[in-house]
């Protein structure tokens, strides 16, 4: 089997990813890597503290490599930190990447030329499939997610906090994707079929936050110009408890 690690967000499209692939024969996911901002000490876009990080891992009872970045990371630091960090997952034998990227093929362009520099390859396992029918296999597996952040410009407050379930799928205007993929929402797995355990967890304050983009061109890492849609987010404070396991 190929040895590959898993680009770690804590949220459904990661874990489905990784559920799919424990099902094959061809890639073995022996480690998850998962950026944190050090001034915060969780996870940028989805606000996760690294304590429910940690714990995820331990129930998914694989390796976490954490990659520590800075709290206002510019795009040529943060290349060549992430560069540094490939180099030396290459060098402990991985030859592949994984990613639970669906559709955004600027972003899948932008991986790829990354890993290239370090001779590995990407994964998407989930490509290219249908977004409503994945979020029907994400629970009918028996997955349980929470959302952490939400996109203001797309949803209110209310979504945040909220389980993922049927009832929180019909919920979602007709222009927000079932799966969050253009960055409507952000969630956090906390069970799952694959989990030794449940991650325990209780619902913190919903806080609303604001984000500049930069104006450097040095910082774009995407051909395509950004609108300014996601520079508003509420978040769901998640707070660690103690675990039976």
């Not at 898993?6 to 692939?21: E, I, M, P, Q, T």
Request: glycine content about 6%.
């Amino acid at each position: 089997m190929k040895k590959a690690f898993l680009n770690w967000s804590s949220g459904k499209d990661a874990a489905f990813a990784l559920y799919l692939l424990q099902q094959g024969k061809e890639f073995s996911v022996e480690k998850l890597v998962t950026s944190v901002n050090t001034e915060t000490n969780r996870i940028s876009m989805h606000g996760l503290r690294k304590e429910l990080l940690q714990q995820q891992a331990k129930s998914l009872g694989i390796p976490l490599e954490i990659i520590e970045l800075p709290g206002n990371v510019s795009m040529p630091v943060y290349n060549e930190i992430m560069q540094q960090a490939t180099d030396y997952l290459r060098s402990q034998g991985f030859t592949h990447s994984v990613f639970g990227d669906i559709f955004l093929e600027d972003l899948r362009e932008y991986r790829e030329q990354q890993l290239q520099k370090a001779g590995l390859q990407a994964v998407f396992p989930l490509w290219k499939k249908d977004t409503s029918q994945l979020m029907k296999d994400f629970l009918k597996a028996g997955f349980r997610a929470i959302i952490v952040s939400v996109n203001v410009k797309v949803l209110d407050r209310s979504f945040c906090g909220r389980i993922i379930d049927q009832g929180f799928l019909a919920d979602l205007p007709p222009e927000v994707d079932p799966a969050g993929e253009n960055g409507e929402f952000h969630s956090f797995v906390y069970d799952g079929p694959n989990f030794k355990f449940p991650v325990p967890f209780r619902k913190g304050e919903i806080v609303e936050r604001s984000y500049q983009p930069s104006k450097s061109k040095d910082d774009e890492c995407f051909a395509e110009e950004r609108q300014s849609w996601d520079t508003r987010f509420w978040y769901c404070d998640l707070l660690p408890e103690k675990s039976n396991s």
